[in-house]
């Protein structure tokens, strides 16, 4: 009887310490692999209110993409005990080579689109992230906008998914930093929360990343010219909606590569 009760204690006590080794190893993978890419901000005061935001999160890669006024003392002010965040953030010309190497880029925006890219609540995303974050994936970006006029639809045609956090109708625009903190806890609590296995890779060939996809598109673009699938002049909104396609299929990097393959086979036949 006592060897039983022994054995019991000894499972549970294991299973414990699993329990909060498995955490541990989520959020330094979290921490690890993503990172908040902050597009044209105009006030540095957000940036760094931002950078403090992320860091009380264990959020600590930040990527700046041409900010109108950076590096500045305000921003250094606002992010307290989070300057490092600051000093180790990088700076990008646009956000497509910013998030080239992405495996899941998640754009944020408070406004609807004409063709809308597919819409998740803040937990939803999260629950994206850190599930690829288990799986060992390395490379995942969360987009902000400007803040006077957020993210282009051009610079939303690189991302995955759309995050809108539910604010109201009569004023959904939250400041930077905010929407920031918002995302940032987000993942943090189901970081925490996190239960699930520490795996690898589910998958067997590793998802595409945001510059082959983009490559993918361009090229997909150029045959559907060439056949003479799209009025060249009035292409509306079918390029967006390809576009949005491509994105939202999780494509891996064979995937992308087959496809590419047969585009130029398309292309090859045509010149003949
Ligand atoms: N009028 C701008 C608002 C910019 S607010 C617009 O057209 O989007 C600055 C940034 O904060 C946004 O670009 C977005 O990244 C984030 N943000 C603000 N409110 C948000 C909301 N309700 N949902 C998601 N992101 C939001």
Redesign the pocket.
Known sequence: KNKVFLHRFLNRFSDLLNTNFREELVLKKIEESVRFVLVGTTHPGNIGASARAMKNMGIRKMELVSPKDFPNEKAFYRAKSASDILEEATIYPDLGTSVSEAKLVIG????NRKVPWPKVSPKEAAQEIVKLCSQGEENIAVV????????TNKELGFCNLH???P?TDEY???N?SQ?VQILAYEIRLCGLKFQGSYERQEWDVPLAKNAEIERLISHFDEVMQEVGFYEVDNPRQLLTRTRRFFRRSKIDHLEANIFRGIFAAIQKKLKK
């Open positions: 944020t925006s408070a406004r902000f906008g400007r803040e006077d006029r957020g993210l995050v809108h956090i604010a959904a625009s939250l930077l929407a």
